[in-house]
Protein backbone atom coordinates (compact mmCIF):
# COMPACT_ATOMS: atom_id res chain seq x y z
CA UNK A 1 0.00 0.00 0.00
CA UNK A 2 3.08 2.40 0.84
CA UNK A 3 4.37 1.82 -2.42
CA UNK A 4 1.32 2.60 -4.56
CA UNK A 5 0.81 5.67 -2.46
CA UNK A 6 3.99 6.65 -3.32
CA UNK A 7 3.82 5.92 -7.52
CA UNK A 8 0.13 7.71 -6.88
CA UNK A 9 1.81 10.83 -5.80
CA UNK A 10 4.90 10.60 -8.15
CA UNK A 11 2.33 10.15 -11.16
CA UNK A 12 0.09 13.37 -9.83
CA UNK A 13 3.03 15.51 -9.55
CA UNK A 14 4.35 14.65 -13.01
CA UNK A 15 0.81 15.13 -14.86
CA UNK A 16 0.66 18.37 -12.80
CA UNK A 17 3.79 19.29 -13.68
CA UNK A 18 4.36 23.24 -15.21
CA UNK A 19 5.54 24.20 -18.37
CA UNK A 20 8.21 26.64 -17.85
CA UNK A 21 7.55 27.33 -22.02
CA UNK A 22 5.81 30.45 -23.07
CA UNK A 23 2.79 29.99 -24.99
CA UNK A 24 3.35 29.73 -28.09
CA UNK A 25 1.48 31.37 -31.57
CA UNK A 26 3.54 31.62 -34.56
CA UNK A 27 4.76 34.93 -35.29
CA UNK A 28 2.25 37.03 -36.82
CA UNK A 29 2.47 38.76 -41.02
CA UNK A 30 0.22 41.17 -42.73
CA UNK A 31 -0.82 39.08 -45.29
CA UNK A 32 -2.51 41.74 -48.75
CA UNK A 33 -5.30 40.54 -49.85
CA UNK A 34 -4.58 39.99 -53.24
CA UNK A 35 -1.57 40.24 -55.57
CA UNK A 36 -0.15 43.27 -56.91
CA UNK A 37 0.22 41.75 -60.63
CA UNK A 38 -2.40 40.77 -62.94
CA UNK A 39 -2.54 41.03 -66.53
CA UNK A 40 -3.03 39.16 -69.61
CA UNK A 41 -0.43 35.99 -68.51
CA UNK A 42 -1.13 35.20 -65.25
CA UNK A 43 -3.99 33.62 -63.24
CA UNK A 44 -6.30 30.36 -64.41
CA UNK A 45 -8.76 28.86 -61.79
CA UNK A 46 -7.54 26.39 -59.73
CA UNK A 47 -9.52 23.14 -60.09
CA UNK A 48 -10.62 19.69 -57.79
CA UNK A 49 -9.31 17.68 -60.85
CA UNK A 50 -5.91 19.38 -61.58
CA UNK A 51 -3.09 16.92 -61.00
CA UNK A 52 -0.65 18.07 -58.27
CA UNK A 53 2.15 16.06 -57.52
CA UNK A 54 3.76 16.41 -60.86
CA UNK A 55 3.44 19.87 -61.65
CA UNK A 56 5.73 20.01 -64.36
CA UNK A 57 2.81 18.25 -66.28
CA UNK A 58 1.77 21.66 -67.10
CA UNK A 59 4.27 21.19 -69.80
CA UNK A 60 3.93 17.71 -71.62
CA UNK A 61 6.83 16.52 -71.97
CA UNK A 62 7.47 12.64 -71.60
CA UNK A 63 11.72 13.12 -71.25
CA UNK A 64 11.20 15.63 -69.05
CA UNK A 65 8.30 13.59 -67.21
CA UNK A 66 10.74 10.59 -67.28
CA UNK A 67 13.88 12.80 -66.24
CA UNK A 68 11.60 14.17 -63.20
CA UNK A 69 11.39 10.65 -61.89
CA UNK A 70 14.64 9.92 -62.10
CA UNK A 71 15.59 12.09 -59.54
CA UNK A 72 13.75 10.59 -57.07
CA UNK A 73 15.95 7.67 -57.47
CA UNK A 74 19.20 8.72 -58.33
CA UNK A 75 19.98 12.59 -57.50
CA UNK A 76 22.82 12.93 -54.38
CA UNK A 77 21.59 15.82 -53.20
CA UNK A 78 17.87 14.80 -52.47
CA UNK A 79 19.50 11.55 -50.89
CA UNK A 80 21.58 13.48 -48.37
CA UNK A 81 18.56 15.69 -48.22
CA UNK A 82 16.58 12.53 -46.74
CA UNK A 83 19.80 11.51 -44.63
CA UNK A 84 19.12 14.81 -42.71
CA UNK A 85 15.60 14.04 -42.36
CA UNK A 86 16.44 10.86 -41.14
CA UNK A 87 18.90 12.29 -38.45
CA UNK A 88 16.15 15.12 -37.16
CA UNK A 89 13.60 12.22 -36.51
CA UNK A 90 16.28 10.18 -34.87
CA UNK A 91 16.91 12.96 -32.71
CA UNK A 92 13.58 13.28 -31.88
CA UNK A 93 12.74 10.31 -30.79
CA UNK A 94 15.55 10.22 -28.52
CA UNK A 95 14.01 13.15 -27.31
CA UNK A 96 10.12 11.37 -26.79
CA UNK A 97 12.08 8.29 -25.20
CA UNK A 98 12.78 10.61 -22.15
CA UNK A 99 8.47 10.95 -21.62
CA UNK A 100 9.31 6.71 -20.43
CA UNK A 101 11.02 5.23 -17.44
CA UNK A 102 13.81 3.41 -18.17
CA UNK A 103 14.33 -0.07 -16.90
CA UNK A 104 17.85 -2.07 -16.85
CA UNK A 105 18.71 -5.22 -15.79
CA UNK A 106 21.88 -5.83 -13.26
CA UNK A 107 23.25 -9.39 -12.53
CA UNK A 108 26.51 -10.72 -11.12
CA UNK A 109 28.51 -12.87 -9.72
CA UNK A 110 31.87 -11.96 -7.50
CA UNK A 111 34.37 -13.65 -5.60
CA UNK A 112 35.24 -10.85 -2.92
CA UNK A 113 37.85 -10.13 -0.02
CA UNK A 114 37.76 -7.45 2.45
CA UNK A 115 40.74 -5.79 4.04
CA UNK A 116 42.11 -7.26 7.53
CA UNK A 117 43.06 -3.63 7.92
CA UNK A 118 40.25 -1.89 7.33
CA UNK A 119 38.78 -0.11 10.56
CA UNK A 120 37.68 -2.35 13.68
CA UNK A 121 38.52 -5.76 12.12
CA UNK A 122 41.84 -7.37 12.04
CA UNK A 123 41.06 -10.37 9.83
CA UNK A 124 40.19 -10.96 6.03
CA UNK A 125 36.76 -11.67 4.94
CA UNK A 126 36.48 -13.53 1.46
CA UNK A 127 33.29 -14.44 0.54
CA UNK A 128 31.04 -15.03 -3.10
CA UNK A 129 28.36 -12.17 -3.81
CA UNK A 130 25.28 -13.05 -6.10
CA UNK A 131 23.40 -10.02 -7.46
CA UNK A 132 20.35 -10.29 -10.10
CA UNK A 133 17.98 -7.71 -10.71
CA UNK A 134 16.19 -4.94 -11.96
CA UNK A 135 16.22 -1.44 -11.33
CA UNK A 136 13.75 1.40 -12.98
CA UNK A 137 14.13 5.33 -13.26
CA UNK A 138 11.57 7.82 -13.96
CA UNK A 139 12.47 11.63 -14.40
CA UNK A 140 9.02 13.38 -12.99
CA UNK A 141 8.93 16.15 -15.19
CA UNK A 142 7.58 18.63 -12.93
CA UNK A 143 9.17 22.17 -14.45
CA UNK A 144 8.26 20.68 -18.11
CA UNK A 145 11.84 19.83 -19.31
CA UNK A 146 11.35 16.47 -21.01
CA UNK A 147 8.56 17.72 -22.26
CA UNK A 148 9.97 20.74 -24.06
CA UNK A 149 12.87 18.95 -25.02
CA UNK A 150 10.10 16.70 -26.75
CA UNK A 151 8.22 19.78 -28.31
CA UNK A 152 11.85 21.10 -29.42
CA UNK A 153 12.66 18.07 -31.25
CA UNK A 154 9.28 17.34 -32.88
CA UNK A 155 9.48 21.26 -34.35
CA UNK A 156 13.16 20.69 -35.58
CA UNK A 157 11.80 17.31 -37.20
CA UNK A 158 8.95 18.52 -38.94
CA UNK A 159 11.25 21.72 -39.91
CA UNK A 160 13.26 18.81 -41.32
CA UNK A 161 10.53 17.44 -43.05
CA UNK A 162 10.10 21.05 -44.91
CA UNK A 163 13.50 21.55 -45.87
CA UNK A 164 13.45 18.10 -47.43
CA UNK A 165 10.35 19.24 -49.37
CA UNK A 166 12.43 22.50 -50.45
CA UNK A 167 15.33 20.37 -51.77
CA UNK A 168 12.75 17.87 -53.69
CA UNK A 169 11.08 21.33 -55.44
CA UNK A 170 14.45 23.38 -55.65
CA UNK A 171 15.45 20.04 -57.61
CA UNK A 172 12.38 19.52 -60.15
CA UNK A 173 12.24 23.61 -60.71
CA UNK A 174 16.12 23.49 -61.64
CA UNK A 175 15.76 20.14 -63.79
CA UNK A 176 12.54 21.75 -65.48
CA UNK A 177 14.50 24.96 -65.92
CA UNK A 178 17.33 23.58 -67.73
CA UNK A 179 15.48 21.21 -69.72
CA UNK A 180 13.65 24.18 -71.06
CA UNK A 181 16.64 25.81 -72.17
CA UNK A 182 17.82 23.07 -73.40
CA UNK A 183 14.80 22.73 -75.65
CA UNK A 184 15.13 26.58 -76.41
CA UNK A 185 18.78 26.03 -78.01
CA UNK A 186 17.48 22.88 -79.66
CA UNK A 187 14.99 25.48 -81.37
CA UNK A 188 18.02 28.41 -81.90
CA UNK A 189 20.44 25.22 -83.36
CA UNK A 190 17.54 24.39 -86.06
CA UNK A 191 16.88 27.92 -87.14
CA UNK A 192 21.10 28.70 -87.21
CA UNK A 193 21.13 25.32 -89.51
CA UNK A 194 18.34 26.35 -91.75
CA UNK A 195 20.07 29.50 -91.65
CA UNK A 196 23.27 28.78 -92.54
CA UNK A 197 21.50 26.60 -95.43
CA UNK A 198 20.37 29.60 -96.43
CA UNK A 199 23.81 32.02 -96.63
CA UNK A 200 25.00 28.88 -98.43
CA UNK A 201 22.75 29.06 -101.42
CA UNK A 202 22.81 33.24 -101.20
CA UNK A 203 26.73 32.95 -101.50
CA UNK A 204 26.42 30.42 -104.24
CA UNK A 205 24.28 32.77 -106.32
CA UNK A 206 26.87 36.21 -104.97
CA UNK A 207 29.33 34.25 -106.33
CA UNK A 208 27.95 33.27 -109.81
CA UNK A 209 26.69 36.60 -110.17
CA UNK A 210 29.97 37.70 -109.65
CA UNK A 211 31.36 35.12 -112.44
CA UNK A 212 29.12 36.66 -114.98
CA UNK A 213 30.20 40.61 -113.78
CA UNK A 214 27.14 41.45 -111.99
CA UNK A 215 27.99 41.40 -108.80
CA UNK A 216 31.23 42.49 -107.00
CA UNK A 217 33.83 40.70 -104.75
CA UNK A 218 33.00 42.77 -101.94
CA UNK A 219 29.41 41.50 -102.12
CA UNK A 220 30.97 37.46 -102.15
CA UNK A 221 33.13 38.99 -99.24
CA UNK A 222 29.98 39.94 -97.09
CA UNK A 223 27.93 36.24 -98.23
CA UNK A 224 31.25 34.53 -97.01
CA UNK A 225 31.16 36.99 -93.24
CA UNK A 226 27.03 36.04 -92.64
CA UNK A 227 27.96 32.34 -93.70
CA UNK A 228 30.98 32.29 -91.54
CA UNK A 229 29.20 33.91 -88.67
CA UNK A 230 26.06 32.41 -88.51
CA UNK A 231 28.25 28.99 -88.27
CA UNK A 232 29.79 30.24 -85.30
CA UNK A 233 26.94 30.81 -83.54
CA UNK A 234 25.72 27.80 -84.21
CA UNK A 235 29.26 26.21 -82.81
CA UNK A 236 28.39 28.62 -79.72
CA UNK A 237 24.96 27.66 -78.72
CA UNK A 238 26.26 23.92 -79.13
CA UNK A 239 29.09 24.53 -76.44
CA UNK A 240 26.15 25.96 -74.53
CA UNK A 241 23.83 23.15 -75.17
CA UNK A 242 26.16 20.47 -74.13
CA UNK A 243 27.45 22.14 -70.81
CA UNK A 244 22.80 22.09 -69.91
CA UNK A 245 23.12 18.31 -70.66
CA UNK A 246 25.74 17.64 -68.31
CA UNK A 247 23.82 19.73 -65.55
CA UNK A 248 21.29 17.89 -66.10
CA UNK A 249 23.08 14.40 -66.28
CA UNK A 250 24.24 15.64 -62.37
CA UNK A 251 20.65 16.65 -61.10
CA UNK A 252 19.84 12.72 -61.98
CA UNK A 253 22.38 11.73 -60.82
CA UNK A 254 24.67 10.47 -63.78
CA UNK A 255 27.93 10.85 -65.14
CA UNK A 256 28.04 13.46 -67.85
CA UNK A 257 30.35 11.56 -70.05
CA UNK A 258 27.67 8.73 -70.57
CA UNK A 259 23.84 10.82 -70.63
CA UNK A 260 22.86 12.32 -73.04
CA UNK A 261 19.26 13.95 -74.80
CA UNK A 262 18.33 13.93 -78.40
CA UNK A 263 18.25 17.13 -79.91
CA UNK A 264 14.21 17.75 -80.90
CA UNK A 265 12.34 21.46 -82.13
CA UNK A 266 9.22 20.73 -79.87
CA UNK A 267 6.23 22.75 -80.29
CA UNK A 268 6.51 25.76 -77.38
CA UNK A 269 3.85 25.41 -74.44
CA UNK A 270 2.97 28.45 -72.11
CA UNK A 271 1.11 27.25 -69.40
CA UNK A 272 -1.70 29.08 -67.21
CA UNK A 273 -0.42 28.68 -63.82
CA UNK A 274 -3.20 28.98 -60.85
CA UNK A 275 -2.45 31.99 -58.77
CA UNK A 276 -4.87 31.57 -55.57
CA UNK A 277 -5.31 33.41 -52.63
CA UNK A 278 -2.09 35.10 -51.23
CA UNK A 279 -2.78 33.57 -47.31
CA UNK A 280 -2.78 30.29 -49.30
CA UNK A 281 1.20 30.92 -49.62
CA UNK A 282 1.79 30.12 -46.15
CA UNK A 283 0.44 26.91 -45.99
CA UNK A 284 1.81 25.95 -49.29
CA UNK A 285 5.85 26.76 -49.32
CA UNK A 286 7.59 24.69 -47.53
CA UNK A 287 10.21 27.07 -46.54
CA UNK A 288 8.34 29.11 -44.54
CA UNK A 289 7.00 25.62 -42.84
CA UNK A 290 10.05 25.01 -42.02
CA UNK A 291 11.46 28.71 -41.14
CA UNK A 292 7.82 28.61 -38.85
CA UNK A 293 8.47 25.22 -37.05
CA UNK A 294 11.94 26.76 -36.08
CA UNK A 295 10.31 29.52 -33.92
CA UNK A 296 8.16 26.82 -32.42
CA UNK A 297 11.50 24.82 -31.94
CA UNK A 298 13.21 28.15 -30.19
CA UNK A 299 10.18 28.16 -28.20
CA UNK A 300 10.67 25.16 -26.50
CA UNK A 301 13.96 25.80 -25.69
CA UNK A 302 12.94 28.49 -23.96
CA UNK A 303 11.28 26.85 -21.56
CA UNK A 304 14.04 24.11 -21.35
CA UNK A 305 16.34 26.58 -20.02
CA UNK A 306 13.60 27.59 -17.40
CA UNK A 307 13.58 24.56 -16.21
CA UNK A 308 17.13 24.58 -15.22
CA UNK A 309 16.32 26.76 -12.46
CA UNK A 310 14.69 24.08 -10.61
CA UNK A 311 15.60 20.57 -9.68
CA UNK A 312 15.36 17.46 -11.06
CA UNK A 313 13.82 14.95 -9.15
CA UNK A 314 13.63 11.13 -10.37
CA UNK A 315 11.75 8.48 -8.73
CA UNK A 316 14.14 5.60 -8.76
CA UNK A 317 12.84 1.57 -7.71
CA UNK A 318 15.15 -1.49 -7.59
CA UNK A 319 14.28 -4.88 -6.72
CA UNK A 320 16.28 -8.27 -7.04
CA UNK A 321 17.86 -11.18 -5.38
CA UNK A 322 21.50 -11.33 -3.57
CA UNK A 323 23.26 -13.89 -1.65
CA UNK A 324 26.82 -15.44 -1.18
CA UNK A 325 25.08 -18.48 -1.30
CA UNK A 326 24.01 -21.00 -3.89
CA UNK A 327 20.01 -20.23 -3.13
CA UNK A 328 20.00 -16.77 -5.25
CA UNK A 329 16.53 -16.91 -5.66
CA UNK A 330 14.61 -17.22 -2.39
CA UNK A 331 12.75 -15.24 -0.58
CA UNK A 332 15.30 -14.07 2.32
CA UNK A 333 17.80 -13.29 -0.49
CA UNK A 334 14.98 -10.63 -1.88
CA UNK A 335 15.58 -6.81 -1.81
CA UNK A 336 13.87 -3.57 -3.11
CA UNK A 337 14.00 -0.13 -3.09
CA UNK A 338 11.86 2.84 -3.88
CA UNK A 339 12.28 6.87 -3.28
CA UNK A 340 12.73 9.78 -4.89
CA UNK A 341 16.14 10.89 -5.84
CA UNK A 342 16.73 15.21 -5.94
CA UNK A 343 19.09 16.65 -8.04
CA UNK A 344 21.86 18.82 -6.45
CA UNK A 345 20.53 22.03 -7.21
CA UNK A 346 23.24 24.81 -7.78
CA UNK A 347 22.93 27.42 -5.43
CA UNK A 348 24.93 29.99 -7.51
CA UNK A 349 26.67 28.92 -10.70
CA UNK A 350 28.30 32.64 -11.93
CA UNK A 351 25.72 33.40 -14.60
CA UNK A 352 25.86 30.41 -16.68
CA UNK A 353 22.23 29.48 -16.64
CA UNK A 354 21.03 33.24 -16.57
CA UNK A 355 23.08 33.35 -19.69
CA UNK A 356 22.13 29.98 -21.72
CA UNK A 357 18.25 31.08 -20.64
CA UNK A 358 19.48 34.93 -22.82
CA UNK A 359 20.99 32.63 -25.45
CA UNK A 360 17.21 30.73 -25.77
CA UNK A 361 15.39 34.22 -25.71
CA UNK A 362 18.06 35.38 -28.75
CA UNK A 363 17.51 32.14 -30.52
CA UNK A 364 13.72 32.66 -30.69
CA UNK A 365 14.19 36.37 -31.75
CA UNK A 366 16.74 35.14 -34.20
CA UNK A 367 14.17 32.29 -36.07
CA UNK A 368 10.94 34.99 -35.36
CA UNK A 369 13.03 37.36 -37.77
CA UNK A 370 13.71 34.55 -40.21
CA UNK A 371 10.27 33.61 -40.58
CA UNK A 372 9.07 36.51 -41.14
CA UNK A 373 11.79 37.19 -43.97
CA UNK A 374 11.20 34.10 -45.62
CA UNK A 375 7.47 35.16 -45.90
CA UNK A 376 8.30 38.50 -47.30
CA UNK A 377 10.83 37.09 -49.26
CA UNK A 378 8.00 34.27 -50.40
CA UNK A 379 5.48 36.99 -51.32
CA UNK A 380 8.10 38.87 -53.06
CA UNK A 381 9.22 36.38 -55.43
CA UNK A 382 5.57 35.84 -56.09
CA UNK A 383 5.25 39.63 -57.25
CA UNK A 384 8.29 38.90 -58.93
CA UNK A 385 7.44 36.04 -61.59
CA UNK A 386 4.31 37.37 -61.90
CA UNK A 387 5.05 40.51 -63.17
CA UNK A 388 8.19 38.57 -65.37
CA UNK A 389 5.76 36.59 -66.68
CA UNK A 390 3.40 39.19 -67.70
CA UNK A 391 5.87 41.62 -69.20
CA UNK A 392 7.87 38.93 -71.49
CA UNK A 393 4.22 38.04 -72.93
CA UNK A 394 4.14 41.31 -73.88
CA UNK A 395 7.35 41.04 -75.20
CA UNK A 396 6.75 38.08 -77.01
CA UNK A 397 3.45 39.74 -78.87
CA UNK A 398 5.76 42.66 -80.33
CA UNK A 399 8.70 40.19 -80.89
CA UNK A 400 6.69 38.13 -83.03
CA UNK A 401 5.43 41.73 -84.85
CA UNK A 402 9.40 42.32 -85.09
CA UNK A 403 9.95 38.54 -86.80
CA UNK A 404 7.41 39.14 -89.13
CA UNK A 405 8.80 42.46 -90.83
CA UNK A 406 11.99 41.54 -90.60
CA UNK A 407 11.21 38.54 -92.78
CA UNK A 408 9.40 40.86 -94.97
CA UNK A 409 11.92 43.20 -95.47
CA UNK A 410 14.92 40.10 -96.18
CA UNK A 411 12.60 38.92 -98.59
CA UNK A 412 12.29 42.22 -100.36
CA UNK A 413 15.64 42.95 -100.16
CA UNK A 414 16.55 39.70 -101.87
CA UNK A 415 14.72 39.70 -104.67
CA UNK A 416 16.31 43.25 -105.55
CA UNK A 417 19.48 41.97 -104.94
CA UNK A 418 19.04 39.36 -107.72
CA UNK A 419 17.30 41.72 -109.80
CA UNK A 420 20.26 44.12 -110.07
CA UNK A 421 18.02 46.76 -108.64
CA UNK A 422 20.42 46.64 -104.83
CA UNK A 423 23.91 45.60 -103.68
CA UNK A 424 24.60 42.82 -101.19
CA UNK A 425 25.21 44.98 -98.36
CA UNK A 426 21.29 45.70 -97.95
CA UNK A 427 20.51 41.93 -98.31
CA UNK A 428 23.58 41.35 -95.57
CA UNK A 429 21.06 43.90 -93.34
CA UNK A 430 18.09 42.48 -93.71
CA UNK A 431 19.63 38.60 -93.10
CA UNK A 432 21.10 39.72 -90.12
CA UNK A 433 18.04 41.71 -88.49
CA UNK A 434 15.83 38.73 -89.69
CA UNK A 435 17.97 36.13 -87.75
CA UNK A 436 18.30 38.51 -84.94
CA UNK A 437 14.74 38.99 -84.50
CA UNK A 438 13.99 35.11 -84.77
CA UNK A 439 16.98 34.10 -82.38
CA UNK A 440 15.23 37.22 -80.21
CA UNK A 441 11.86 35.51 -80.32
CA UNK A 442 12.75 32.05 -79.35
CA UNK A 443 14.95 33.37 -76.56
CA UNK A 444 11.68 35.56 -75.03
CA UNK A 445 9.48 31.97 -75.55
CA UNK A 446 12.03 30.15 -73.65
CA UNK A 447 12.20 33.07 -70.72
CA UNK A 448 8.24 32.73 -70.44
CA UNK A 449 8.62 28.58 -69.84
CA UNK A 450 11.29 29.54 -67.68
CA UNK A 451 9.28 32.49 -65.75
CA UNK A 452 6.13 29.92 -65.05
CA UNK A 453 8.31 27.32 -63.49
CA UNK A 454 10.15 30.08 -61.20
CA UNK A 455 6.13 31.15 -60.25
CA UNK A 456 5.69 27.92 -59.46
CA UNK A 457 8.39 27.50 -57.40
CA UNK A 458 7.49 31.00 -55.44
CA UNK A 459 4.31 29.22 -54.86
CA UNK A 460 5.56 26.01 -52.96
CA UNK A 461 4.92 23.92 -55.72
CA UNK A 462 2.06 24.77 -57.72
CA UNK A 463 -1.52 25.08 -56.69
CA UNK A 464 -1.19 22.12 -54.05
CA UNK A 465 -2.56 22.22 -50.55
CA UNK A 466 -1.08 19.34 -49.07
CA UNK A 467 2.37 20.06 -48.50
CA UNK A 468 3.97 20.88 -44.62
CA UNK A 469 1.53 23.60 -42.89
CA UNK A 470 1.78 25.62 -39.85
CA UNK A 471 1.03 24.14 -36.73
CA UNK A 472 0.31 25.45 -33.28
CA UNK A 473 2.57 23.22 -30.36
Known amino acids: MQTARILSVALALAVAGCDMAPDYTPPKIAVPVSYKEVGPWSPATPADDVQRGAWWSIFP ?104 ASVHLSLQAELADDYLRLRGLDAEMALLSDTVDAFDKALKLTVTLHSGG ?32 HAIASLVGEPASTFSIAPAVQTIVIPLVPVTA ?63 AVAVLSIFDGGERTAALKVAHGQFDEAAANYRQTVLDSFREVEDEMALANRLAE ?68 WEQNGPKLADR
Not at 215 to 240: N, Y
Open 61 to 164: DPILDGLEQRIEKNSPRLAAAVARYDQARGLAGQARSSLFPSLDLETSAERDRLSANRPLQTKPAVYNDYVGGLAASYELDLWGRVRNLVAQGDADEQASAADL
Open 214 to 245: ASSAIDVGRAETQLASAKAQLSDVGADRALLE
Open 278 to 340: PSLLLQRRPDIAAAERRVAAANAGIGVQRAAFYPDITLGLSGGFESVRGNLLSAPSAFWALGP
Open 395 to 462: EAKHQDDSVAAASRTNKLAFVQYKEGAADYLGVVTAQTAELQAEMAALNVQTRRQQAAIALVRALGGG
